[in-house]
């Protein structure tokens, strides 16, 4: 890659990503030492500014940064660095250095956990009506996830598109509730899928 140091002084803005979770965790800069340090050593290396001199990411603390890729941006500038991180990335402590927990997300259905577990918290079940299957039991909540799944089988041999995704969204529903009746999320079916790639 040929990257263009010539903008800020020989140095190139790092942006720093978790390749699991793919959240930002820190912006550093690298000079072109740095890079090669990165690459060579696997351990992401910057050129810190205030200190002047090439800083190892965690060689006080122990929470080093380990290289999984590094791409360069359309104008040639700018680095985005996917990492393993171990421990914490913010030197306050933090996940990363916007204060944010590292944590993986999965956009629309993360939020959608979020109100599901709120509802199972804080039940009323006069307006809620995932509240009122969290009172009705485990029971109640598989039979509703195998109804949901026989109608997706049903819709899925006929040809209308609109019920198949409509009851598609029900069964994906319904078995994040059965999820967290059970305890559980979806970071911890995830994690088998994981293992099971491993394997």
Known sequence: MTIDYSK???????????????????????????????????????FSRSKQRLW????????VLHLVDIKLDCDNDS???TVNPKGPTCHTGADTCWDETNDQTFGFLSKLESVI??????????TSYVASLFAKGINKIAQKV???????VIEAKDNDDNLFLN?????????????????????????????????
């Open 56 to 63: 190892t990411k965690g060689e006080e603390s122990g929470n």
């Open 8 to 46: 800020n002084n020989g140095l190139v803005p790092a942006i720093i990503q978790d390749a699991t979770t793919k959240n930002v965790l820190m912006l550093g800069y690298m000079n072109e030492e740095a890079l090669k340090k990165t690459q060579d050593t696997k351990l992401v290396t910057f």
């Open 167 to 199: 009851e598609s969204a029900d069964l994906l529903f319904h078995y994040l509730i059965l999820l967290q009746a059970k305890g559980f999320k979806m970071n911890d079916i995830v994690a088998v899928l994981e293992d099971r790639d491993k394997k």
């Open 79 to 81: 680095l985005l660095v």
């Open 117 to 126: 577990e709120d509802r199972k918290t804080n039940a009323s079940e006069d």
């Open 146 to 152: 195998g109804e949901e799944a026989v109608e997706v």
